[in-house]
């Protein structure tokens, strides 16, 4: 079954950092695109940014360019999604999902910064 | 940047209803679409994949028509279990992608 599992919730002060993760099972972890979406507290779905495991490369929607770093690590089929300065407006729940057209997801992470 | 636009934003509508949603492209995107079903709490679900294949395990009321810059979701018989947001989204800008703003369905 393939299937993604991301770390747990996370409470923040703003200007930390943080690093949050998806795992990958069931499948080549390196042959498929895994991308990160953001979901604000109700709002929709906010395309971030994608990675190609196998060889890094990493794409940015023009939204959260310089804003978040995405990379992986494929020795042990994960993705991670970081920041360097939390501010509160990063409060959402952030998903992970195999490949452009995004199936399976993660379980989701919610992560929270507040003073 | 390829905008996606959905409508109605939301709707009621009576357990039995046919409920058709629509997704439109800013420019023409072939069939490079999917559709999404997200419970509140719970992650997305894939429902249609390449605008009109429905993903296996998914009732067969749920159907995806369109392509270029037009597309439709399509429940021929809504359920109470059917009550969600849908959200389009468009993977043609490879690996780029965009999702549409959502649909929010209630049961009356």
């Known amino acids: 079954e393939v299937q993604l599992v991301q770390s747990g919730a996370e409470v923040k002060k703003p200007g930390e950092s943080l690093k949050i993760s998806c795992k990958g099972s069931?499948?080549?972890?390196?042959?498929?695109?895994i991308g990160w979406v953001r979901q604000m507290p109700g709002k929709g779905l906010e395309w971030m940014g994608i990675?190609?495991?196998?060889?890094?490369?990493?794409r940015y929607s023009p939204s959260f360019q310089g804003q978040v770093t995405i990379s992986a690590d494929k020795s042990i089929s994960t993705a991670y999604l970081q920041w360097t300065s939390l501010k509160a407006s990063d409060t959402a729940m952030y998903y992970c999902?195999?490949?452009?057209?995004?199936?399976?997801w993660g379980q989701g992470t919610l992560v929270t910064v507040s003073s | 940047d390829i905008q996606m636009t959905q409508s109605p934003s939301s709707l009621s509508a009576s357990v039995g209803d046919r409920v058709t949603i629509t997704c439109r492209a800013s420019?023409?995107?072939?069939?490079?679409l999917g559709w999404y079903q997200q419970k509140p709490g719970k992650a997305p679900k894939r429902l249609i994949y390449a605008a009109s294949s429905l993903q296996s395990g998914v009732p067969s009321r749920f159907s995806g028509s369109g392509s270029g810059t037009e597309f439709t979701l399509t429940i021929s018989s809504l359920q109470p279990e059917d009550s969600a947001t849908y959200y389009c989204l468009q993977h043609n800008s490879y690996p780029l992608g965009t999702f549409g703003p959502g649909t929010k369905v209630d049961i009356k």
């Open positions: 069931g499948y080549d972890f390196t042959s498929y695109w």
């Open positions: 420019q023409g995107i072939r069939s490079d």
């Open positions: 990675i190609f495991p196998g060889d890094s490369d990493t």
């Open positions: 999902a195999r490949h452009v057209d995004m199936d399976p």
